[in-house]
């Protein structure tokens, strides 16, 4: 159980394109899900927490016009890199909490972008 | 402000051996879990052991044990017997109830045959 889909596993896209990376709970409910950046050799970096039917919640730092992202199903968040540029290149992971307070965050395979 | 430390960027292991993962954390919040999550090479992150900061008994999954100090602040992973497919990243992560999770910069176990 508690399984998240993430689609594309990769993308390569030219600079100035927006590139939408979506994020499915198969088995369960998610009210919010998470999204995470991680760059080469480095740690996940959360990026901002998105709420079914409500705006996303963005960390310090990031560009909420520039990451757009769409909570509008209890299973499905999406996250637009919108103008990519090659600095924008990272692998991007989503992740949602299974039900229960103490439950993990599940998370999907993750999504490679480049930018050429 | 929560914060996790892990020390160890990397470490060598022989295979069949025990290894400890060393993760510090602070936090003001009086309710807390701790995660350890396990990352290969293809990127996939894979939920291993959770420690809620309430819990009297350190928690145990199979050869994943976490040694959790309170007082100390801290949450180390313990896997016995290691095997050669241990060798991935390891994050420590820390989030309060139902909230998100913040990682630690990982350690990298190489399992040495």
């Known amino acids: 159980g508690a399984v998240v889909s993430q689609h594309p596993s990769w993308v390569i896209c030219k600079s100035g394109t927006s590139v939408k990376i979506e994020c499915r709970s198969l088995?369960?409910?998610?009210?919010?899900m998470f999204w995470y950046r991680q760059f080469p050799k480095q740690s996940l970096m959360l990026m901002a927490t998105?709420?079914?039917?409500?705006?996303?919640?963005?960390e310090q730092g990031v560009e909420k016009d520039k990451f757009l992202i769409n909570h509008a199903s209890l299973t499905l968040s999406t996250l637009t890199v919108t103008s990519a540029h090659p600095e924008d290149s990272s692998f991007y992971i989503c992740?949602?909490?299974?039900?229960?307070?103490?439950?993990?965050?599940?998370f999907g395979n993750g999504t490679r972008l480049t930018v050429t | 402000a929560q914060k996790i430390t892990q020390t160890q960027p990397g470490m060598f292991v022989q295979e069949k051996e025990a290894v400890t993962l060393d993760c510090t954390y602070d936090?003001?919040?009086?309710?807390?879990?701790l995660f350890w999550y396990k990352q290969p090479s293809s990127g996939e992150m894979i939920f291993l052991i959770y420690?809620?900061?309430?819990?009297?008994q350190n928690a145990t999954e199979g050869r994943y044990s976490l040694n959790f100090q309170k007082a100390r602040k801290s949450a180390n992973l313990v896997i016995s017997a290691s095997q050669l497919g241990d060798s991935a990243m390891y994050f420590c992560?820390?989030?309060?109830?139902?909230?998100?999770?913040?990682f630690g910069k990982g350690t990298r176990l190489h399992i040495l045959p």
């Open positions: 420690q809620g900061s309430y819990d009297q």
């Open positions: 936090t003001s919040d009086p309710s807390y879990g």
């Open positions: 088995d369960f409910q998610a009210t919010t």
């Open positions: 998105s709420n079914e039917g409500s705006k996303a919640t963005y």
């Open positions: 992560a820390m989030g309060r109830k139902g909230d998100k999770i913040i």
């Open positions: 992740s949602a909490r299974g039900t229960g307070d103490d439950s993990p965050l599940h």
